[in-house]
T-cell receptor, first 111, second 114 residues
Framework: KQEVTQIPAALSVPEGENLVLNCSFTDSAIYNLQWFRQDPGKGLTSLLL?????REQTSGRLNASLDKSSGRSTLYIAASQPGDSATYLC??????????FGKGTKLSVIP | ETGVTQSPTHLIKTRGQQVTLRCSSQSGHNTVSWYQQALGQGPQFIFQ???????GRGNFPPRFSGLQFPNYSSELNVNALELDDSALYLCASSPGGRLNTEAFFGQGTRLTVV
């Protein structure tokens, strides 16, 4: 059974810092990995999708990497801003189109 | 703006009642999935529909059921509500097919069972 773990559970950083969020998964047989952002009480906003054949994806200040063989992904956020404060979730899809999620990392960026 | 819309946004029901939640998929998407997210947890997969047929189910009892319509909109029905059913229910749509499986989520329906 696929399990997804996100570390740390919460993170507080001063504005302007670069930061890394971690995601690990137990079964490396995945089709893709997706990073989402969730604001309190809201739905999920897709940030980046990495196919299993890819090593990384970039969008603006965000960069996500994938090491399928070791079951790890990182989300790098450059020059953090208070508007980046949210919970970040990673999810893997293992071929049945269903996503298995971690519990998320709650990020607070302090002005 | 993802294009996936859910209704209602909030709902309060009494234990034992039945509830129907609705989702309108993003244009051109033929696959819809439903997830339950308890407070402080990641979303849990309930089931998925592809072209009006159930195409996978998570570890949820049969009182959770669904429908997908020809226009690819979808419903989630929950019978005999329990207090533990209180959660945020999320709908996600995907284009379908192995080339593009990116999931786009709606804003969710917050269900409170009292």
């Amino acid at each position: 059974k696929q399990e997804v773990t996100q570390i740390p559970a919460a993170l507080s950083v001063p504005e302007g810092e670069n930061l890394v969020l971690n995601c690990s998964f137990t079964d490396s047989a995945i089709y893709n990995l997706q990073w989402f952002r969730q604001d309190p009480g809201k739905g999920l906003t897709s940030l980046l999708l990495i196919q299993s054949s890819q090593r990384e994806q970039t969008s603006g200040r965000l960069n996500a990497s994938l090491d399928k063989s070791s079951g790890r992904s990182t989300l790098y956020i450059a020059a953090s801003q208070p508007g980046d404060s949210a919970t970040y979730l990673c999810a893997v899809e293992a071929g049945s189109y269903q996503l298995t999620f971690g519990k998320g990392t709650k990020l607070s960026v302090i002005p | 703006e993802t294009g996936v819309t859910q209704s209602p946004t909030h709902l309060i029901k009494t234990r034992g009642q039945q509830v129907t939640l609705r989702c309108s998929s993003q244009s051109g998407h033929n696959t819809v999935s439903w997830y339950q997210q308890a407070l402080g947890q990641g979303p849990q997969f309930i089931f998925q529909y592809y072209r009006e047929e159930e195409n996978g189910r998570g570890n949820f009892p049969p009182r959770f059921s669904g429908l997908q319509f020809p226009n690819y909109s979808s419903e989630l029905n929950v019978n005999a509500l329990e207090l533990d059913d209180s959660a945020l229910y999320l709908c996600a749509s995907s284009p379908g097919g192995r080339l593009n499986t990116e999931a786009f989520f709606g804003q969710g329906t917050r269900l409170t069972v009292v």
